[in-house]
């Protein structure tokens, strides 16, 4: 029987005063009995309007109704079959502006709480069955993947499973690019992360750490070794500043950096080898996930004040709405409306102050948002230890410079041709960050999953 409840089951999740003290996981997840009556809130639609706004194209409905039903083995291989992450993508990605927002249930009420089950139903499967993925009869032909984050991960799953020998090359010690380095471990536990990469390994892809490609090989070299065809996938890491006065001050930190010595470097450990500066007070520069986890982490790390800073208000945040909530109950403090004009530093070159700007919206810019425009004369100082740059980043220009013929755009992303992935290099394909910029998790999945099968669709007609 449907569950007409017009509101979506909460998701249970600890005490701020807790889990503010330290990193484990904040979201607890649904119980089985919650998971079952969620389900059975999905009217089953005829044209499954979510299904086509999920990226990797996860029959939703389908694994609802397993849900609902209680077959939640079915369910999991349901979802398995479009997604190589369930786990992952039920943790981080923003169902809100994909699937759910296409859920009828949220006409006239709150919509399925798709992201929380499919977590629950990868949670579910790990706990009670986990059994190792099959490992396909290799094809003969190498695939070479250049990064090992969500976009490289998929793309190379999905390559496995049509027998292709896949080898991932990754820059960092650790396998899992973003997920491992950009998102705390309150949001996405590494024990996870480790899990799904785990599966890959089984059905018989290689990962190989510490290897610079650009660097340590070129991708010309990774052809001369035999590779049939490469996907770059390497994201999008390099961090982006404001280029105000004060910003080479000690204790101003790119986002991407803070966050990867906590999150990789594990800086929050007392015995930890990597240090990072116990700051006082602290400004996140930035409005979007990745300011929050910074601002997040920082509370975590023992700062008295945290601000986020945001030229615009909050009703134009682009965080998530469960993350900005969450970053308001721990202590987070919101200055929106507001600009950095200059960082200010003491007499040994430490970070004292951060000077900003009032501001207010004007006419719509090119995106289409209202534009923020200066309040002239309310300029002020708030005193501050450490500010960390949350504004975006952009693609690594190694590989785009030790490619010949490899396309990029004015911000440094790689050209492709259409959503199969194709470059102006042949047998050459990208996707992920690498091309868009830094986008979400389940956006980089579907153009790994689009890659692999216009890489398939290559290496069939060579």
Do not use: W
Not at 10 to 38: C, N
Not at 223 to 238: M, Q, R
Not at 381 to 402: F, Q, Y
């Amino acid at each position: 029987m449907t569950n007409m409840n017009p509101k979506k089951c909460p998701m249970p999740s600890r005490d701020p005063k807790e889990r503010r003290m330290d990193f484990e996981e904040v979201a607890l997840g649904y119980t089985y009995e919650m998971a079952i009556e969620e389900a059975k809130r999905c009217f089953a639609c005829k044209h499954k309007p979510c299904r086509s706004k999920c990226p990797v194209g996860i029959d939703i409905p389908a694994f609802l109704e397993r849900l609902a039903s209680e077959d939640i083995k079915g369910a999991y291989e349901i979802i398995s079959q479009s997604s190589t992450l369930p786990a992952i993508c039920g943790r981080v990605c923003p169902q809100e502006s994909q699937c759910e927002s296409a859920c009828i249930r949220g006409i006239k009420g709150e919509s399925v709480a798709i992201g929380r089950l499919e977590r629950f139903v990868a949670d579910y499967y790990r706990e009670h069955y986990n059994e190792t993925p099959e490992k396909a009869e290799s094809n003969g032909k190498k695939v070479a993947v250049i990064g090992s984050g969500p976009s490289g991960l998929t793309a190379a799953g999905d390559l496995a499973k049509l027998g292709y020998e896949v080898t991932v090359f990754e820059a960092l010690h650790t396998p899992g690019g973003v997920l491992v380095y950009g998102i705390p471990e309150f949001r996405l536990p590494k024990a996870i992360v480790k899990e799904e990469i785990d599966k890959l390994y089984a059905m018989g892809v290689k990962i190989e750490t510490n290897v610079i490609v650009g660097k340590t090989i070129t991708v010309d070299e990774l052809f001369e070794e035999g590779y049939s065809a490469v996907y770059i996938a390497g994201g999008a890491g390099l961090p982006s500043f404001m280029n105000i006065k004060g910003e080479s001050l000690n204790g101003v930190y790119s986002a991407n950096e803070y966050l990867t010595r906590i999150n990789l470097m594990k800086a929050y450990l007392p015995d930890s080898k990597t240090p990072i500066k116990k700051s006082k007070r602290v400004a996140v520069v930035g409005g979007g996930n990745v300011a929050m986890d910074a601002a997040r982490s920082a509370i975590r790390l023992g700062a008295e004040a945290v601000y986020i800073i945001y030229r615009r208000g909050m009703e134009e945040l682009p965080a998530r709405n469960e993350e900005i909530e969450h970053a308001h109950e721990e202590g987070v403090i919101f200055r929106t409306l507001t600009a950095p004009v200059e960082i200010l530093g003491d007499e040994n070159g430490n970070v004292c102050g951060i000077k900003c700007i009032h501001m207010e919206l004007g006419e719509p810019d090119e995106s289409g948002r209202r534009r923020p425009v200066p309040v002239e004369g309310s300029e002020y100082v708030r005193e501050v230890d450490t500010v960390i740059m949350a504004i975006g980043t952009s693609p690594n220009p190694l590989i785009k410079s030790t490619t010949p013929g490899l396309e990029v755009n004015r911000r440094g992303c790689i050209v492709t041709d259409g959503e199969d992935g194709k470059t102006s290099r042949e047998g050459v394909y990208a996707g992920g960050d690498a091309v868009t910029g830094a986008a979400t998790v389940i956006l980089a999945m579907g153009a790994g999953k689009s890659a692999a099968k216009a890489i398939d669709n290559y290496l069939k007609n060579l």
